[in-house]
């Protein structure tokens, strides 16, 4: 996929990640972009800005996990697509399933599983199902804007409580302290992590980079208020742009280690399929001045090559990426963010699978 550097000149659409529309790579038909020899204006096709919830009937929602930079087996994701529009966003291509593209409507056509508390139970009732760790947001963030209408992600968390089933929450919302009712007796019995994902702390750049998030002040403060509840909270800086926020490792782990994070990881920017195409569109229309530099320093932490092609996390190497590791290893053991995520609770010990098993 090669990126048209005239698309580069066209205005930016402010308030949204992705800069153009892309094709989607999986359709069998695609649409022409020529019209009687001359190219549409990419604001033909993203005149509308506004974000369409899509309603949907899973079928399943709990996922088999197979990356081992995440510690639960299962995942479970109510929406799909996300309005938060971060432009690095590795999500972005499995929109493309659903007939969409990774682009614009990934982050302005979201749909959401409205029968996925039925789905949760279900799965938790099932003789089958053992009590395992589950990642809720594991692909798209279960505290996008629209949660606070559906409450969808509340209702998954009152049946985990109900039943007693353990969860890791990963988000970039503060609007994780509207749940604080429910997370803090889990976090009592041990049933509850809270990852808060934290890239940078220039507002400027957050704002372009990952637009309709939470701010940075508001992630300290969410982590501030669930550490003052001993609600457990551990950060991950993600990711690491070489060049763009990678001079922030020390101020972000300093400022989350005050907040009352217990632990810190943080992972490398990985560009894969189509979110490669859209990444360079961006920063070469946001960042004119640094995306020839960025864009190089990528490519030198994937052994020469931009887009890997693969979803999966891997082991990076080269020059850039060992001084990256040195640097957020020096930070933890500066700022005491080096203690491992505690295990919690077993199956044996909480997990409670139906209400008629308890009698035995």
Same mark, same amino acid.
């Given at each position: 996929?090669?990126l048209?550097?005239?698309i *580069? ?6 308030g949204?990640?992705?800069?153009i529309?892309?094709s989607?790579?999986l359709a069998?038909? &695609?649409?022409?972009?020529?019209w ?13 800005? &506004?974000?369409q ?8 929602l ?7 930079d ?16 971060c ?8 929109? +493309? ?7 614009l ?15 949760? +139970? ?25 949660e ?6 509340r209702?998954?968390?009152e ?5 007693? &089933? ?7 919302n503060a ?11 889990m976090?009592?019995?041990g049933? *509850?992590e809270?990852h ?6 220039n507002e400027t ?22 550490a003052?509840?001993n ?7 993600a990711?690491i ?6 001079e +922030? ?13 217990v ?19 961006w ?7 640094k995306a ?26 080269? *020059?850039?990426a060992?001084?990256i ?17 505690p295990?919690?609770?077993s ?5 409670? &699978?139906s209400?008629?098993l308890?009698?035995?």
């Amino acid at each position: 996929m090669v990126l048209d550097k005239n698309i *580069v000149k066209l205005n930016t659409f402010d308030g949204r990640g992705a800069q153009i529309t892309v094709s989607n790579s999986l359709a069998v038909h &695609q649409r022409d972009p020529y019209w009687d020899g001359s190219y549409f204006d990419e604001e033909f096709f993203a005149s509308d800005n &506004q974000t369409q919830w899509i309603p949907t009937q899973a079928k399943t929602l709990l996922n088999k996990v197979s990356n081992p930079d995440l510690d639960a087996p299962w995942s479970m994701n109510p929406y799909q697509g996300c309005e938060h529009g971060c432009i690095y966003c590795y999500a972005r291509i499995t929109h +493309e399933y659903w007939g969409y593209n990774a682009g614009l409507d990934f982050e302005q056509k979201v749909m959401y599983k409205s029968n996925a508390p039925e789905l949760l +139970e279900k799965k938790l009732k099932s003789r089958t199902w053992r009590g395992e760790k589950i990642t809720l947001s594991g692909n798209t963030d279960c505290y996008q804007p629209i949660e606070q209408k559906l409450k969808i992600t509340r209702q998954l968390l009152e049946i985990c409580l109900r039943y007693k &089933q353990r969860v890791m929450i990963i988000t970039k919302n503060a609007l994780v302290l509207r749940d604080i009712d429910i997370l803090g007796p889990m976090a009592k019995l041990g049933l *509850v992590e809270v990852h808060i994902s934290i890239t940078t702390l220039n507002e400027t750049l957050r704002r372009s980079l990952e637009p309709r998030t939470s701010s940075s002040l508001k992630k300290l403060r969410a982590i501030q208020t669930l550490a003052r509840l001993n609600i457990p909270v551990h950060v991950l800086l993600a990711p690491i742009i070489p060049g763009l926020n990678s001079e +922030e490792i020390f101020p972000i782990c300093k400022a989350v280690s005050k907040a009352g994070a217990v632990s810190l990881q943080y992972s490398l920017i990985r560009l894969s399929g189509t979110t490669a195409l859209l990444f360079e569109n961006w920063i070469c229309k946001k960042f004119p001045l640094k995306a020839s530099r960025v864009l190089h320093q990528i490519t030198e932490t994937h052994q020469g090559s931009r887009n890997d092609g693969c979803q999966l996390p891997k082991k990076h190497k080269g *020059v850039i990426a060992d001084l990256i590791h040195q640097q957020i290893e020096a930070a933890k053991r500066k700022y005491g963010l080096c203690k491992t995520t505690p295990k919690i609770i077993s199956r044996k010990l909480g997990f409670i &699978q139906s209400n008629q098993l308890n009698l035995f």
